[in-house]
């Protein structure tokens, strides 16, 4: 059964417009979630994740239990947002699932 | 030293070949994982060590060999491999692997051919 759930395979905004990438994940138990990007040329690396609470190049994740979900906000997108976006569920015994992943494209 | 680093970057080989990855960290993380991800698709988990042990293996085939000859470095053993074996392999690190909220350090990837 699919863990996580990106249902936006590309999402284009436009600079300074708010970006919201969705992520819905199927878990029995507590979750933690994480967000990963993978810039262009660059190896994928760590955005945040949702037990921190914290805000990282301007994005913020919230953890909705009631909805299952943990979608990456920004309140106004820059060109260097553009970049593949994972959100990823590790489970119980230390297995990390990614999402299928969110291509975003800020245009200026 | 904050990297993970991995060789070769790009692998050509034959089904008949035995070729090997190497994966290298010096941050003291004591778990170390492979995985494997396809063209346009996300990272999938191959294999974890923990403390120099193998914990997890996501029903990998046999043709792929994980080794972990001390907790800097990982390798991955090829022989006989398929075509459709092709795939950017990732080595990453964590602190610990069942730790919460550990946060995983990934190389740039080895990109496998097979012809």
């Known amino acids: 059964a699919q863990r996580v759930t990106q249902p936006e395979k590309l999402l284009s905004v436009f600079k300074g417009a708010p970006v919201e990438l969705k992520c819905n994940y199927s878990y029995s138990g507590s979750p933690e979630l994480f967000w990963y990007v993978q810039y262009s040329r660059q190896r994928l690396q760590l955005l945040l994740r949702h037990i921190s609470r914290e805000s990282i190049k301007g994005f913020t994740a919230d953890l909705n239990k009631g909805e299952t979900s943990f979608h990456l906000k920004k309140p106004f997108a820059q060109e260097e947002d553009s970049a593949m976006y994972y959100c990823a569920l590790k489970e119980s015994y230390g297995k990390l699932t990614f999402g299928q992943g969110t291509i975003l494209t800020v245009h200026p | 030293d904050t990297e993970v680093t991995q060789t070769p970057k790009h692998l050509v080989m034959g089904m008949t070949n035995k070729k090997s990855l190497k994966c290298e960290q010096h941050?003291?993380?004591?778990?170390m994982y492979w995985y494997k991800q396809k063209a346009k698709k996300p990272p999938e988990l191959m294999f974890v060590y923990s403390y120099e042990k193998l914990s997890i293996n996501e029903s990998v085939p046999s043709r792929f060999s994980p080794e972990c000859p001390n907790s800097s470095l990982l390798n991955l053993h090829l022989h006989a491999l398929q075509p459709e074996d092709s795939a950017l392999y990732l080595c990453?690190?964590?602190?610990?692997?069942?730790?919460?909220?550990?946060?995983?350090?990934f190389g740039s990837g080895t990109q496998l051919s097979v012809l």
């Open positions: 990453a690190s964590s602190q610990e692997w069942v730790a919460t909220n550990e946060k995983l350090f």
């Open positions: 941050m003291g993380h004591r778990a």
